[in-house]
């Protein structure tokens, strides 16, 4: 909670506007006169054609009364504006919890809580140090836009004592400069190797309980969990005869929902990294679990310099914000057109001078503020497209990725993404010094991400973002896209070898698709031999799958190939191995004006000429060679048995958004492996939903090694399975409908209506389908609000998936649709999730891909296996506390009950009607 200033001699002024909030049947009005009303959708949208209006979250405002645009003053922007860095809910009842406010009793009287959050803002911002007040001043002008721009900028003026005047010339260049004022970085002499000595468990144990603190409740299973991943942190012992190697510690770590298994590893990883001076990897899947990591580590240090030094968060070069971007953002800012840019660019300067890390997925980025104001000027300014300048960059020294991985280097705990972890891992070359220890949180994500990691992707879009990356920006268009040509003319000047590779890579790179490839494709005037290969992709799949006019994304098998496709293929083969070689030429040139130099280069133009070097071969190496062995593949009319080719149509909603060639490895963990086994020492991989249980001990482990890629690392595992503490037969019912048809929408919804309903809110649905989704919300959300309980849709709410979450978690009577993919960004205890529906049993896509997995994994066996397992996971999001109280619902009467061994033992499943369900659910819950 952010503190409340002191009753102020002077009042703040507000805007004399009215101030609105909307249901899905309704919206509540505060008349500038002070007059409450409550009118329908339609005289709203009436009334806000003639004067701006006070809100929140003006999208989704927007959203729900179908209008364009109308001009708002929300208090989202100026929340954004007085506290950058500071987590929020986007709602007033969210705004209100974080400013120490009353909440909205009902919707009705959120109006005047508007009016209050705006009131509580404005007197916050007189609380800025005098010494900034001059900053915020000069930035609200430029996000004014000479009165064009934010409405609030005028009583931004007031509140801190000065008159705005539009008259004054705006100089944005100056006025959200504000990476002047970020510390810069500095080199520090690289770690020593660690020690090797193994924590005792006397250790582990003794740090678990400083981790729980002295009143903590002792839980066996979690001590028993610490004490088996201790043994990751064994030091190796020597080969035995005929190895090269002696195999890496594993253990794969089973351990249920309320065990406790994020301090149970940290205990013994910590007492590791601090016993022998090394770093350990904490790699998750989900950002929340990131998150929760991150502040479990206060516990270990809770001085926050201590935690600073020995702990960092590190995510992917595409997380973070470019100063470089915001500075273009900035310069461009002041003759915008459109007052958007303008707004946005000073809130994220606001934001970056107050950032912890830079992090744009991080916990003190607002989620909701690429919804307000456009991805391209927030989210969008990280460097999503390698386009970095490296020492080159004016703000080099003190970029957010170079001091994230700086840090990283010197940390005792780094947190990462599995993602991060694998690319780091197959681009790592011999000798280069890599972590040793990792644990691997969301192990039951590992395979998915390997799958990910290692594939190829020949299409339209990753085509033309190569081109962008090589090119920049094309035919005069303004852009940041800065392209190969801007970053490496210079250190190539002079150098004639270097000059004309140089130029050949620019010359190769036409060949690639172009900006408007999908336009040149349908009208069939497509462009180059990409775009000639990619056009005959499209001949092939529309004639094999008869769906030309599917709103679904479209696959075909690769073979047999229509007419013309070998032969485009070794013309694009060609093309691209053209582009190969100068690229590969001009590696090896920088490589060797490393080598070759005798103390004549500064450190900035080394580290620029190994940066681009590294560039040139990854894109090389990692992306043109797979597309060349794709298109050979093409040409010889044979596939390599690993790997599982086809062609595919992606589309959303109904519109094509690429479409290519792709190859998958049929078994993408033993690359997951190989990139590992050169530096693994020990590795813990641990989820709740390692095994499937329907299968016996033994199967349940070899399933589970095979999936988290560790049968590749090691013949043999320390297994460990640790049940969950809670009474699930107590604390849950599974409830399984039979009497609704799921191929009926009508019915479907209505199900959904009446156990949302029955619920009083706190419900989460499930979809495997999109449309099916739309159409439960279209039905019942007006129902549903008229008694009181809100309804937030992913695929319908121009709201993110992460910020509907974090909506649906501050409001116990709120309900939450997703698809089924949502699960795993859902951690809400208490009563926010006390229900939980799929509308049907969530089989595996017949895929392409998934046919060849099946076949190779074990048929029926393998759909089953998987679908178990995601029925677990999301069991696993329903309780989370001890005390929590859950009911379970499916509404596919087919659920067979080969999948019940998906769920806790104990807990008993009742197959029942509808009705009755209602009625047992509204008793359970309460």
């Given at each position: 909670?952010?503190?409340?200033?002191s009753?102020?001699?002077?009042?703040?002024?507000?805007p004399a506007?009215?101030?609105?909030?909307?249901?899905?049947?309704h919206?509540?009005?505060?008349?500038a006169e002070?007059?409450?009303?409550?009118?329908?959708?339609?005289?709203?949208?009436?009334?806000?054609h003639?004067?701006p209006?006070l809100?929140?979250?003006g999208?989704?405002?927007?959203?729900k009364l179908?209008l364009?645009?109308?001009?708002?003053f929300d208090?989202?922007?100026l929340f954004?504006?007085?506290?950058?860095a500071i987590f929020?809910?986007p709602?007033?009842a969210?705004?209100?919890k974080?400013?120490?406010?009353p909440?909205?009793e009902?919707?009705?009287?959120t109006p005047?809580v508007l009016?209050?959050?705006?009131?509580?803002?404005?007197s916050d911002i007189?609380k800025a140090?005098?010494?900034?007040?001059?900053?915020l001043?000069?930035?609200?002008?430029?996000?004014?836009?000479q009165g064009?721009?934010?409405p609030?900028?005028?009583?931004?003026?007031d509140?801190?004592?000065?008159i705005y005047?539009?008259?004054?010339p705006?100089?944005?260049?100056?006025a959200?400069n504000?990476?002047k004022?970020?510390?810069?970085?500095?080199?520090?002499?690289?770690?020593?190797?660690?020690?090797?000595?193994p924590?005792t468990d006397?250790?582990?144990?003794?740090?678990?309980r400083?981790?729980?603190?002295?009143?903590?409740e002792?839980?066996?299973e979690?001590k028993?969990?610490?004490?088996?991943?201790a043994?990751?942190?064994a030091?190796?012992?020597?080969?035995?005869?005929g190895?090269?190697?002696?195999?890496?510690?594993?253990v794969?770590a089973?351990?249920?929902?309320?065990?406790?298994?994020?301090?149970g590893?940290?205990a013994?990883?910590?007492v590791?990294?601090e016993?022998?001076?090394?770093?350990?990897?904490?790699?998750?899947?989900?950002?929340?679990?990131?998150?929760?990591?991150?502040?479990?580590?206060?516990?270990l240090?809770p001085d926050?310099?201590l935690k600073?030094?020995?702990?960092?968060?590190?995510?992917?070069?595409?997380?973070?914000l470019?100063?470089?971007?915001?500075?273009d953002s900035?310069n461009a800012?002041?003759?915008?057109?459109?007052?958007?840019?303008a707004?946005?660019a000073g809130?994220?300067?606001?934001w970056?001078?107050?950032t912890?890390?830079?992090d744009?997925?991080g916990?003190?980025?607002?989620g909701?503020?690429?919804?307000?104001?456009?991805y391209?000027?927030t989210a969008g300014l990280a460097?999503?497209r390698?386009?970095c300048?490296?020492?080159?960059?004016d703000h080099?020294?003190k970029?957010f990725?170079?001091?994230?991985?700086?840090?990283?280097?010197?940390a005792r705990i780094?947190?990462?993404?599995h993602?991060?972890?694998?690319i780091?891992?197959?681009?790592?070359?011999?000798?280069?010094?890599?972590?040793a220890r990792?644990?691997f949180?969301e192990?039951h994500?590992?395979?998915?991400?390997?799958?990910s990691?290692f594939?190829?992707?020949l299409?339209a879009?990753e085509?033309?973002?190569?081109?962008?990356?090589i090119l920049g920006?094309e035919?005069?268009?303004?852009?940041?896209a800065?392209g190969l040509?801007r970053?490496?003319e210079?250190?190539a000047?002079?150098d004639e070898?270097?000059e004309?590779?140089?130029?050949l890579?620019?010359?190769?790179?036409?060949?690639l698709a172009?900006?408007n490839?999908?336009?040149?494709l349908k009208?069939n005037?497509?462009?180059?031999?990409a775009?000639?290969?990619?056009a005959?992709?499209?001949?092939q799949?529309t004639a094999r799958?008869?769906?030309?006019e599917?709103?679904?994304?479209?696959?075909?098998?690769v073979?047999?190939l229509?007419?013309e496709m070998p032969?485009q293929a070794?013309s694009?083969r060609?093309a691209?191995q053209?582009l190969?070689?100068?690229?590969?030429?001009l590696?090896a040139i920088?490589r060797?004006?490393?080598?070759?130099?005798?103390g004549?280069?500064?450190s900035d133009t080394r580290?620029?000429l190994d940066?681009v070097?590294?560039?040139?071969?990854?894109?090389?190496?990692?992306?043109l060679?797979?597309?060349?062995?794709?298109?050979?593949s093409?040409e010889?009319?044979?596939?390599?048995?690993?790997?599982?080719q086809?062609?595919?149509?992606?589309k959303i909603?109904g519109?094509?958004?690429?479409?290519g060639?792709y190859?998958?490895?049929?078994d993408?963990?033993?690359?997951?492996a190989?990139?590992?086994?050169?530096?693994?020492?020990g590795?813990?991989v641990?989820?709740?939903?390692?095994?499937?249980s329907a299968q016996?001990?033994e199967q349940g482990?070899e399933s589970?090694?095979?999936?988290?890629?560790?049968?590749?690392?090691?013949?043999e595992?320390?297994?460990?399975?640790?049940n969950s503490?809670f009474?699930y037969a107590?604390?849950t019912k599974?409830?399984?409908?039979?009497d609704?048809?799921?191929?009926?929408?009508?019915q479907?919804?209505?199900?959904y209506g009446a156990?949302?309903a029955a619920s009083g809110g706190?419900?989460l649905g499930?979809f495997?389908?999109i449309?099916r989704?739309?159409a439960v919300?279209?039905?019942?959300a007006?129902?549903l609000e008229?008694?009181?309980?809100?309804l937030y849709?992913q695929?319908?709410?121009d709201?993110?998936?992460g910020?509907?979450?974090?909506?649906?978690?501050?409001?116990e009577?709120?309900?939450?649709?997703g698809t089924?993919?949502v699960r795993?960004?859902v951690?809400v205890?208490?009563?926010?999730?006390?229900?939980?529906?799929?509308?049907r049993?969530?089989?595996?896509?017949p895929?392409i891909l998934?046919k060849?997995?099946?076949?190779?994994f074990?048929?029926?066996?393998?759909d089953e296996?998987?679908?178990?397992l995601k029925l677990k996971q999301?069991f696993a999001?329903?309780?989370?506390?001890?005390?929590d109280r859950?009911v379970?619902?499916m509404l596919?009467?087919?659920?067979?009950?080969?999948?019940?061994?998906?769920?806790?033992?104990g807990?008993e499943?009742h197959?029942?009607?509808?009705a009755?369900a209602v009625?047992?659910?509204?008793?359970?819950?309460?």
């Open positions: 909670m952010i503190p409340r200033l009753a102020q001699a002077r009042p703040i002024l507000l506007v009215p101030a609105l909030a909307v249901n899905p049947r919206a509540a009005l505060l008349t002070g007059e409450l009303q409550t009118v329908p959708h339609e005289q709203a949208r009436l009334f806000l003639k004067q209006v809100l929140c979250h999208p989704y405002t927007r959203q179908g364009e645009n109308f001009s708002t208090v989202l922007e954004a504006f007085v506290h950058p929020c809910t709602t007033p969210g705004l209100c974080i400013l120490g406010l909440g909205p009902s919707f009705e009287d005047l009016m209050d959050i705006a009131r509580a803002l404005l007189r140090p005098a010494d900034s007040q001059g900053e001043l000069e930035i609200a002008r430029i996000m004014g836009l064009k721009g934010w609030w900028a005028p009583f931004v003026f509140a801190l004592g000065e005047d539009p008259a004054v705006l100089n944005s260049k100056t959200l504000v990476w004022s970020l510390p810069e970085w500095a080199e520090e002499a690289p770690e020593p190797p660690p020690s090797h000595f924590p006397g250790e582990t144990q003794d740090r678990l400083k981790l729980l603190g002295e009143n903590a002792e839980r066996p979690q028993e969990y610490a004490r088996n991943i043994a990751a942190f030091p190796l012992s020597p080969p035995a005869q190895e090269e190697a002696h195999p890496p510690h594993i794969l089973e351990a249920g929902t309320g065990v406790g298994k994020t301090l590893y940290l013994p990883a910590s590791w990294a016993k022998n001076k090394g770093t350990v990897w904490i790699s998750t899947f989900t950002r929340n679990l990131q998150r929760q990591i991150d502040q479990e580590l206060t516990r240090y926050p310099v600073d030094l020995h702990t960092a968060v590190r995510k992917g070069r595409e997380n973070y470019c100063l470089l971007n915001l500075e900035a800012a002041g003759l915008a057109h459109t007052p958007p840019q707004v946005a809130l994220m300067a606001r970056a001078g107050a912890r890390d830079g744009l997925t916990a003190d980025f607002p909701w503020l690429p919804g307000l104001l456009g391209a000027h460097d999503r390698g386009e300048l490296y020492s080159a960059c080099y020294r970029c990725v170079e001091r994230s991985v700086r840090k990283a280097a010197h780094v947190v990462a993404n993602a991060l972890v694998m780091g891992a197959a681009l790592s070359g011999p000798g280069e010094t890599m972590p990792y644990v949180d192990g994500h590992l395979f998915n991400t390997a799958d990691a594939s190829a992707h299409t879009r085509t033309q973002d190569l081109r962008r990356w920006a035919g005069g268009r303004r852009s940041r800065r040509k970053r490496a210079d250190l000047v002079g070898p270097a004309r590779a140089l130029r890579i620019v010359e190769g790179a036409t060949c172009s900006e490839w999908g336009r040149r009208e005037i497509p462009d180059g031999p775009e000639k290969f990619l005959l992709v499209y001949r799949v799958t008869r769906g030309r599917s709103s679904y994304s479209l696959e075909t098998e073979f047999p229509i007419g032969e070794a694009f060609k691209l053209k190969r070689k100068p690229m590969k030429d590696a920088f060797e004006r490393l080598i070759a130099d005798q004549f280069l500064d580290g620029r940066a070097s590294g560039a040139l071969t990854r894109r090389a190496d990692m992306v060679q797979p597309w060349i062995s794709m298109l050979e093409l010889k009319n044979a596939i390599a048995p690993e790997v599982v086809w062609m595919e149509i992606e909603d519109r094509t958004q690429d479409l060639l190859r998958h490895h049929i993408p963990m033993k690359l997951f190989d990139s590992l086994r050169p530096h693994v020492h590795m813990a641990t989820s709740a939903t390692l095994r499937d016996n001990e482990w589970a090694e095979r999936a988290s890629g560790t049968a590749w690392l090691s013949p595992s320390l297994r460990l399975a640790v503490p009474d107590a604390q599974i409830l399984v409908i039979n609704v048809r799921k191929d009926d929408p009508a479907v919804a209505a199900a156990l949302f706190g419900a499930l495997t389908s449309a989704l739309r919300q279209e039905t019942i007006l129902p008229e008694q009181g309980i809100h849709s695929h319908v709410d709201i993110d998936a910020t509907l979450v974090d909506m649906f978690r501050e409001d009577n709120s309900c939450l649709l089924d993919a795993d960004g951690d205890p208490g009563r926010s999730l006390r229900l939980m529906v799929f509308d049993v969530p089989w595996p896509r895929t998934h060849a997995r099946r076949e190779a074990g048929g029926r066996g393998y296996m998987l679908t178990r999301a999001r329903l309780i989370r506390r001890g005390t859950g379970f619902v596919d009467s087919m659920l067979p009950s080969r999948l019940y061994p998906a769920f806790p033992e807990v499943i197959k029942t009607g509808l009755e009625s047992i659910l509204r008793d359970f819950l309460k």
